[in-house]
């Protein structure tokens, strides 16, 4: 299958599992994870008409980013202190703001750079000991408190659930994730837009969308279907 054919049924999907929750496919972001993907690769995905692009590594992102700047691009990996400075200003979206000193060196380097610095909360749903991000009763008083860190601008939520044989087994990760920023959304936060649910990956986008993803990284299911 060549990446004109896996994207189409990858679209196709998405258009679908988006039917199914009420709304259309360009309510849906697909960000396709291009980790480890060659540059002629992603131009050529590019060209297909992907235009926005997940990378997991700064060094990478950054290399990416100078090779085909017109396309938008999201860091999904977790981010270290010491590499904010190399971030901050290039990305269309940080998905993985996880803790709070994080928060402050973005905010930090945002006020220096003088831009806005546009993150996704990332919120530990699973209860993954290995996995990043603030625990579901934490959501609320971390952005409360992201209020006063002016150069942020917390655009949504992001979840990561575990790899399950089924997607399915997903489901309740991701409704609740959903639940927890319906909830948020009904307070007013400083900063604070949450417009955007990234959750889904190859395995199981469909069943994201389903329960309220309008973002999804998908990358075997493109790259190496």
């Known amino acids: 299958m060549d990446l004109q054919e896996s994207l189409t049924i990858v679209k196709k999907r998405i258009a679908a599992a988006a039917a199914r929750s009420g709304r259309s496919a360009s309510d849906i972001t697909l960000v396709a994870v291009s980790k480890t993907v060659d540059i002629k690769t992603i131009r050529h995905a590019y060209e297909l008409g992907v235009t926005d692009f997940g990378e997991n590594r700064v060094q ?3 290399h990416k980013i100078e090779e085909i700047p017109q396309a938008r691009w999201h860091l999904i990996g977790r981010l270290q202190t010491n590499k904010v400075k190399d971030v901050v200003g290039k990305t269309t979206l940080i998905h993985s703001l996880d803790r709070w000193n994080m928060a402050e060196e ?18 530990n749903v699973a209860g993954e000991e290995q996995k990043a991000g603030i625990e579901p009763d934490e959501v609320e ?36 994730l959903y639940q927890i920023k319906e909830k948020a959304s009904k307070n007013r936060y400083n900063n604070v837009n949450l417009r955007f649910l990234s959750m889904g990956m190859s395995q199981d986008y469909e069943v994201a969308i389903e329960e309220g993803a309008n973002i999804v990284r998908v990358g075997s299911a493109i790259f190496n279907p």
Do not use: H, W, Y
């Open 106 to 123: 973005l905010n930090k380097r945002g006020l220096q750079e003088e831009v806005v610095v546009p993150c996704l909360l990332q919120v």
């Open 141 to 176: 008083s971390f952005l409360e408190s992201l209020g006063q860190l002016e150069a942020l601008k917390i655009e949504g939520l992001m979840t990561m659930a575990p790899i399950f044989d089924k997607g399915e087994k997903a489901r309740p990760i991701f409704k609740e």
């Open 60 to 62: 990478e992102l950054n």
